[in-house]
Each structure stands twice: as structure tokens, then as C-alpha cells.
């Protein structure tokens, strides 16, 4: 089993046709969940910003994405449901025994990253695919170990043991420091509401594991 971290540097989402003219209409674009397959695409729950005098409905002039339905709207962002038939999307979609893990973003000043989790065939044929699709910047290849000791494979979700621990290795545990979650959450490439609802949520399991092994 192998997870692969995947970025692509922003001057290269640039020069990417349908990528490139999605950050000109967005600032970020943030895939939350996927709602659903079919032989057209893939239904993406996503979290957009728009750029100043942009509205939502111009992805509807890409060849790839369309939105289906807007969901909530506020000063932080739109929630809409899209459909996404772009090649990248749906061969690590449609791939079979690999999965691409939400939420993943592209992002007008940090570029796009995405995490892939697979059986090692899978991920090779992925990765071959990518260097005609778009190939990445950056590829990080973790070997996947068994289940975490002491029971926290069950009280931590994988999200919220891959925010813990990216926190903790950066040293936003340790006495003066200075790293924030806005910090944290930009290095991840997720947005800063996500990033801290993974950590709180982990912060809470951890205290209360501890709270009942204590007792």
C-alpha cells in the first residue's frame, strides 16, 4: 500500500488550459467530498472563493466543470455541488484500488496539492498517467504501515492523525511558538477552517482517550 502527497507549483497550474482558467475565476477551489460518480464525472461538494468580479457560474464556460447547484453562500466563500469530468480527477477516480482523498485544493497563491492512497500497481499506473495529464512538481511516496499501537487507529480518524501529527512535527505544541494554524493549514494546502476543525476534533479524542486511560 502507498500514499503519495502530489504538488504542482502554481506556475504550472498556470500554464495548464482548464486549471489556469479556473484560478481566474476563483482564488481558491476546494474540494470538500465527492458526492458521486458517473461515466460523465465526478459530483464534487467544493468550497470556492471567488475573485473580485467573478461570479461562480463562469466555470460553467469550462469545458470540464459545471455547476449543478449553490448551496450556501457567505462572506467566507460559496458551497455549491460541480460536476467535474477533468482527465486528472476522473482517472484517480475511476482507477480502480486507489483513492483520492478529500479535501484537496487548488489555490490562486499556493498552487494544488492532492493525496492519493492505493495498492502499489494502481499508484504506478496513476503516476504514469500524470506525466502526460499534468505532470507533478512534487512527489512524496509514503510507505503505509499497519495499525497505529495503542488503540488510536480507533480513535483518531487518518485526516485528523495526518493534522496532529503535521502540527506537532512543526512545533505548534512547544512553549513561544509562533506557528499558527493559518500557517499550518496554508503548508497542508487546505484552508484554515479545515486544517483547525481536523486539529480541534483531535485535540478533543486525544483528551478524552487520555481522560479515560487516566481514570
Not at 77 to 87: K, Y
Not at 187 to 201: A, N, P, V, W, Y
Request: glycine share 8%.
Amino acid at each position: 500500500m502507498r500514499k503519495v502527497v502530489l504538488r504542482w507549483n502554481l506556475s504550472t497550474i498556470q500554464g495548464a488550459k482548464e486549471l489556469g482558467h479556473i484560478l481566474q475565476i476563483c482564488q481558491r477551489f476546494e474540494v470538500l467530498a465527492h458526492l458521486g460518480v458517473s461515466p460523465v464525472g465526478i459530483v464534487q461538494l467544493a468550497e470556492i472563493v471567488l475573485q473580485d468580479g467573478k461570479d461562480i457560474n463562469e466555470l460553467n464556460d469550462l469545458d470540464s466543470f459545471q455547476v449543478m447547484e449553490i448551496h450556501e453562500e457567505s462572506e467566507d466563500g460559496i458551497l455549491a455541488s460541480i460536476l467535474c469530468s477533468h482527465s486528472l480527477a476522473k482517472s484517480a477516480i475511476e482507477l480502480s484500488n486507489l483513492h483520492l482523498q478529500p479535501p484537496y485544493s487548488l489555490d490562486a497563491t499556493g498552487g494544488m496539492e492532492m493525496r492519493v492512497t492505493g495498492l502499489t500497481g494502481a499508484m504506478r499506473r496513476f503516476l504514469a498517467l500524470l506525466r502526460v495529464v499534468l505532470p507533478p512538481d512534487k512527489v512524496s511516496v509514503i510507505t503505509m504501515r499497519g495499525e497505529m499501537v495503542n488503540g488510536w487507529d480507533k480513535v483518531l480518524t487518518k485526516r485528523q492523525q495526518e493534522v496532529l501529527s503535521f502540527a506537532v512535527e512543526r512545533g505548534y505544541y512547544q512553549e513561544g511558538a509562533t506557528i499558527t494554524i493559518k500557517d499550518l493549514a496554508e503548508e497542508m494546502g487546505i484552508s484554515r477552517s479545515t486544517f483547525g476543525g481536523h486539529l480541534q476534533d483531535a485535540e478533543r479524542a486525544v483528551m478524552h482517550k487520555a481522560g479515560s486511560d487516566l481514570n
